[in-house]
């Protein structure tokens, strides 16, 4: 007997042990024809679905920069109008005081 209990367990590890049973093979995989055939046309359908997507996704991107485009004409359009509007109130504000001085005038002739 050795000194150690562990020498006598690494000498009983050293002898090769047997296999208990053979390994099994892989089975292989038998589809039928009509499997095949089902598995093909989901495929099929799933490249076709996948070619429309791709096909909505980059419509829907050129409507999004037609739509980008059209709001940043009519932001510049709604600015531009926002100016006129502008010089027309002050236009009007210019005209009153004009009407109101005379008829001022007028109400200063009639006394």
């Known amino acids: 007997m050795s000194e150690f209990p562990w020498e006598s367990e690494a000498a009983s590890e050293a002898t090769p042990r ?3 049973a053979p390994a099994a093979e892989p089975e292989t995989l038998a589809l039928s024809s009509n499997d095949f055939s089902a598995l093909e046309d989901r495929i099929l359908r799933a490249v ?3 070619r429309r997507e ?4 980059a419509e829907a991107q050129e409507r999004a920069g037609e739509a980008e485009k059209q709001m940043r004409e009519q932001g510049q359009l709604v600015a531009q109008l926002q100016k006129e509007l502008n010089a027309m109130r002050t236009e009007r504000d210019r005209v009153l005081q ?3 001085r005379l008829l001022a005038q007028l109400d200063a002739l009639e006394l």
């Open 18 to 20: 047997q296999p208990a």
């Open 48 to 50: 076709n679905m996948v």
């Open 54 to 57: 791709r096909q909505v996704r």
């Open 98 to 100: 004009r009407v109101d």
